[in-house]
């Protein structure tokens, strides 16, 4: 195995939507070769979009990464979820981070937008 992608829903949100957040990790001798984001296009088209077609309303699929993985920003966008916001010195648990505060950008899988695979960016 050298990486792995999936969706996981949120336990908690406010929102009366169901919340799948996107994760991904590749080994580090694959990267820059267009793996995860091709895995990431596959899944969204293949996968997730046949799953969620009839429910499209009800369901909230986003990608965060911290604000300096300009690379895992780079998958997300490709794969066409679009930036919606970065959260500013937030309060992270990730032992990455060691606890401290840091930039969060957070995009989501745009409902409007079904044929991920023709986004030219
Ligand atoms: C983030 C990660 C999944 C990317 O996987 P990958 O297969 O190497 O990504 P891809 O090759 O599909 O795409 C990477 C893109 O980022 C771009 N990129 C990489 N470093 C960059 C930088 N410093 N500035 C701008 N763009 C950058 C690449 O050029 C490429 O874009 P392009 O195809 O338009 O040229 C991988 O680096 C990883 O597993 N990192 C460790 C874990 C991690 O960060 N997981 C995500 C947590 S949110």
């Known amino acids: 195995m050298i990486g792995c992608i999936g969706l996981s829903e949120e336990a908690s949100s406010p ?17 820059g070769k267009g793996i995860t984001t091709a895995a990431l296009r596959l899944l969204i088209r293949e996968v997730w979009r046949p799953i969620f077609a009839d429910r499209a309303g009800d369901v909230i699929i986003y990608g965060s990464t911290f604000g300096s993985n300009i690379s895992s920003q780079r998958v997300l966008e490709k794969a066409g979820i679009r930036h919606v916001g970065t959260l500013h010195k937030a309060h992270t648990c ?17 409902p409007e937008r079904d044929r991920c695979t023709d986004v030219k960016t």
Not at 16 to 26: H, M, N, P, S, T
Not at 100 to 110: P, Q
């Open 94 to 110: 990730s032992l990455l981070k060691g606890g401290d505060t840091v930039d969060i950008w957070v995009g989501i899988l745009d």
């Open 15 to 31: 929102s009366k939507k169901r919340v799948y957040a996107i994760g991904y990790f590749l080994d580090s001798a694959h990267h």
